[in-house]
């Protein structure tokens, strides 16, 4: 069974500067991706970022990057220079072979001006 | 890429009647199609899952059952609502590396 867990239910930042999301989980898969969604006040889910369990190399997108500690089953979400645009819902979630597609309770991020 | 179709987008339906709420997919065959659950400001509650045509999975026991007649089609059903049944409800599907996401039925049950 897969469980996600995302211990801060609100975040914020101030413009500019940097914030960290954290997620961690539990997968009994050993081939699998990881994802992070974020959805902003129009609800449409968009993916930020997806980072292969099997490579060591962390993915970096733009401004957003992610620590992935495998052995700890940690996957943490970095956004740097946020932007107001950056406002939303960010939801983590593992996706391996199995089809089930599990999401945490997600992390709400304000971002102040 | 896939592109999922939901619909209604809103609806407001009084206790007791009956729902329907349909999603299609296009631009893949044989998907992976999930229903999801979101109450206000809440995260989002797997509901159901289907690997194939007439294959459901159940997540969690409640006044719901979902359908695949067809291959790209997934329905969500409910013979009674309940007002517990409110909350934004969201198709998707997914391949290996990225899950696609329908733009969601905000249902109020009054």
């Known amino acids: 069974a897969q469980t996600v867990t995302q211990s801060q239910p609100e975040m914020s930042v101030q413009e500019a500067e940097t914030v960290t999301l954290s997620c961690t989980y539990d997968t009994s898969e050993s081939d699998y991706y990881l994802f992070w969604y974020k959805q902003p006040p129009s609800r449409q889910m968009i993916l930020v970022i997806r980072?292969?369990?099997?490579?060591?190399q962390n993915a970096t997108e733009n401004r957003f990057s992610v620590n992935f500690q495998k052995a700890a089953k940690s996957f943490s979400l970095k956004i740097s220079d946020s932007q107001l645009g950056d406002a939303a819902m960010y939801f983590c979630?593992?996706?391996?072979?199995?089809?089930?597609?599990?999401f945490g309770k997600g992390t709400l991020l304000t971002v102040n001006p | 890429s896939q592109t999922i179709h939901q619909w209604p987008a809103t609806l407001v339906q009084p206790v007791g009647s009956p729902l329907s709420l349909e999603c299609t997919v296009e631009?893949?065959?044989?998907?992976?199609l999930y229903w999801y659950r979101q109450a206000a400001g809440r995260g989002l509650q797997l509901l159901f899952y289907s690997v194939g045509i007439g294959q459901i999975s159940s997540e969690v026991p409640q006044n719901l059952s979902a359908s695949r007649p067809q291959d790209r089609q997934f329905i969500l059903s409910s013979k009674k609502l309940l007002l517990s049944d409110s909350g934004f409800y969201l198709c998707?599907?997914?391949?290996?590396?990225?899950?696609?996401f329908g733009q969601g039925t905000r249902l109020t049950v009054v």
């Open positions: 980072q292969e369990a099997y490579k060591q």
């Open positions: 979630a593992p996706g391996g072979s199995n089809y089930k597609l599990t």
């Open positions: 998707a599907t997914r391949d290996r590396r990225e899950a696609f």
């Open positions: 631009g893949t065959s044989n998907p992976n």
